[in-house]
C-alpha cells in the first residue's frame, strides 16, 4: 500500500509516536510525506519516506495530486483543528480528494490507530484487489 503521512506542526510529535509505535506496520508499505513530516519521521523510526515540499509549499497539493490520480491508498494526516493554516484551502483540497477517491483518511490519532490497525489485519486489501493491473479511480 501506499501511505501518505501529514501532520500540522503542532502535531508533529503525535504523528512520531504514531510512526514509531506502528513501525511494524509501516515498514511494509510505501511512506510518502509532507516534507518537515517525511524528514522527522525517517530520523526517529528509519523507516524510508519520500518526501514531498512542505504543506504550506505546495506538499498537500502534491499528495493531494497522488490520490487523484489514484497513486494513495490510504492517508494519515493529523490535522491540528484549533490553530489557523495558511493554507487551509489546499487542506480542504486534499480532504475532498480523499472523499472523491474513496481513499481511507484519518485526521486524528485515534482513527489513524484503526487504519494502521485495519491495514496490519487485512481490512484494506479491498484496494489491492480494486487495482489489479490498473491504478484508476473507482466507479460505482
Known sequence: ?????????????????????????????????????????????????H???SGPLGGDQQIGAMISEDNIDLVIFLRDPLSA???????????????????????NIGSAEILLRGVEAGFADFREVIHEGDRRPLAF
Open 51 to 53: 518526501c514531498f515540499k
Open 1 to 49: 500500500m501506499e501511505i501518505a503521512l501529514i501532520a500540522h506542526d503542532r502535531k508533529k510529535t503525535l504523528m512520531i509516536k504514531l510512526a514509531t509505535a506502528y513501525k511494524h506496520i509501516l515498514e511494509k508499505h510505501e511512506l510518502y510525506a509532507t516534507g518537515t513530516t517525511g524528514m522527522k519521521v525517517m530520523e526517529a523510526t528509519g523507516l524510508p519516506v
Open 85 to 107: 493554516q495558511p493554507h487551509e484551502p489546499d487542506v480542504t483540497a486534499l480532504i475532498r480528494l480523499s472523499d472523491v477517491y474513496e481513499i481511507p483518511l484519518a485526521t
